[in-house]
């Protein structure tokens, strides 16, 4: 459910100041040898990230479902293409697959799919600054 809140510029820098921490642990990691770890750390960047552009928009979304209509409220305020938007659904499928039920990740994935990721995660940054 998509609520309008007063726009909280510090709890964004938060969230922002997170994903860069989580950003540079996973930098210091194996992510071939850790590829589900990889994908959860990932899918955490960007989740933290889209909630801080939500934020700072007035934006609070919650209940059932909020990670996926946070993914779509963030695809459609900042123009990714409907192929991202799909991406980040499965990725997000994928982490709740993980948390839920022991599902584990290829390495293959994190490999071909890891310079998407951070081009998704450079233009949400981007889009905080």
């Known amino acids: 459910m998509i609520t309008k809140i007063r726009p909280d510029k510090?709890?964004?820098r938060s969230l922002k100041i997170m994903a860069e921490i989580t950003l540079e642990r996973l930098e210091n990691t194996d992510r071939e040898?850790?590829?589900t770890n990889t994908l959860t750390d990932?899918?955490?960047v960007i989740h933290k990230l889209m909630d801080a552009l939500s934020m700072v928009n007035g934006?609070?979304?919650k209940g059932e479902g909020a990670h996926q209509e946070l993914i779509d409220y963030v695809a459609k305020q900042y123009n990714f293409d409907e192929q991202t938007r799909q991406f980040l659904q499965r990725m997000r499928n994928y982490r709740n697959r993980i948390s839920y039920e022991g599902f584990m990740v290829h390495k293959n994935?994190?490999?071909s799919n890891q310079e998407k990721i951070k081009k998704i995660i450079?233009?949400?940054f981007d889009e905080l600054d």
């Open 122 to 124: 450079k233009k949400l």
């Open 33 to 35: 040898k850790y590829p």
């Open 59 to 61: 934006i609070k979304i």
């Open 109 to 111: 994935y994190i490999t």
């Open 10 to 12: 510090q709890k964004s």
């Open 42 to 44: 990932y899918y955490d």
